[in-house]
């Protein structure tokens, strides 16, 4: 630990004797754009990951960009200007919105011309993820997913009667392996979709009552949420999580459960990088973590860090 305090001291003198570099765009959250023409948006319609950007631009004309609708409810997200006003002309040739929020749609409109409407859609964090039950398989029959997201098992059309029972065919009573402790559907014609909503990590085998000696079983892994650079799970980013993170890397700490949160620049892998970037954020003017930062989230970027169980 006075190792990993000591290293702290060092990279903190680091980070604020040398120009920070700025962050790699690339890593960050995606930003859109949206052009501004005489009579026309272009795109009008857009669906965005929440946590991203979308910069509206001035090409020419003078508009009024208002969130919402034209004549939109007053006190619903519909109300014109409730999330964001801006001018657009050619001294005001831009106007950035962040959408923290997902699972929105969010409207908006030129009050200068109210015929011009377009829409955002905002991804949420949550996801519904799809199992085919056909032929004695599930495919895919391992799936990762975050807390919060759904699995829905989809029926095979003429496919025999099967089960989605969640554990193994001899797990320990009282356990998560028990059969049938969480779900025990049956996937037939007359019943072809079950939808199961994972709110704890875990990792839950499951298996067809009458096709599991045929190898028909499958396995959820559900990943916990987490805040990029909190490497100690407490819900904040301070100097403790840098800690943590030299700790980890320096200092043969025990694995910590979510690794995913020490990444802290998101480059798919846990090194010094990860404490410089955090103390860079900390305490000389660097760029926050990459989502999801601020708010627990998932990071659904196709690397090998996990979090959780
Ligand atoms: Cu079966």
Do not use: K
């Not at 604020?16 to 026309?40: C, H, K, R």
């Amino acid at each position: 630990m006075n190792h990993s305090r000591g290293l702290v001291s060092l990279l903190l003198a680091l980070v604020t004797a040398l120009a920070v570099p700025a962050g790699d765009d690339n890593l960050a959250a995606a930003e859109w754009e949206i052009l501004f023409f005489d009579s026309a948006f272009l795109p009008s319609t857009l669906t965005i990951d929440h946590g991203d950007t979308v910069r509206f631009t001035w090409v020419a004309g003078s508009h009024q960009l208002m969130s919402g609708l034209p004549g939109g409810t007053p006190g619903t997200p519909d109300e014109p200007g409730a999330l964001f006003s801006a001018t657009l002309d050619a001294a005001n040739p831009d106007y950035v919105h962040l959408f923290g929020e997902g699972d929105v749609i969010i409207g908006f409109f030129d009050a200068n011309n109210p015929a011009q409407v377009g829409a955002i859609t905002v991804l949420g964090s949550a996801l519904t993820f799809h199992v085919l039950v056909v032929d004695n398989e599930y495919i895919p029959p391992v799936i990762s997913i975050f807390r919060g997201d759904t699995v829905r098992w989809t029926h095979e059309p003429m496919e025999m009667l099967h089960t989605v029972t969640s554990g193994t065919p001899n797990g320990a009573a009282g356990t998560i392996e028990e059969p049938g402790a969480l779900f025990d559907e049956l996937s037939t014609d007359s019943t072809p979709v079950f939808e199961y909503l994972f709110d704890a990590p875990m990792v839950l085998p499951y298996f067809c009552t009458p096709h599991w000696p045929f190898g028909m079983d499958g396995t959820v892994v559900v990943q916990e949420l987490f805040i990029r650079g909190d490497s100690n799970s407490d819900s904040a980013v301070g100097i403790a999580d840098a800690v943590t993170t030299l700790d980890y890397l320096f200092q043969s700490a025990g694995t910590p459960t979510c690794l995913d949160a020490l990444d802290a620049n998101d480059d798919g892998g846990v090194d010094l990088g990860d404490a410089i970037w955090t103390l860079a954020y900390l305490f000389s003017g660097g760029d926050a973590p990459p989502a999801p930062f601020d708010e627990p989230g998932a990071d659904r970027t196709d690397d090998t860090l996990t979090c959780g169980p």
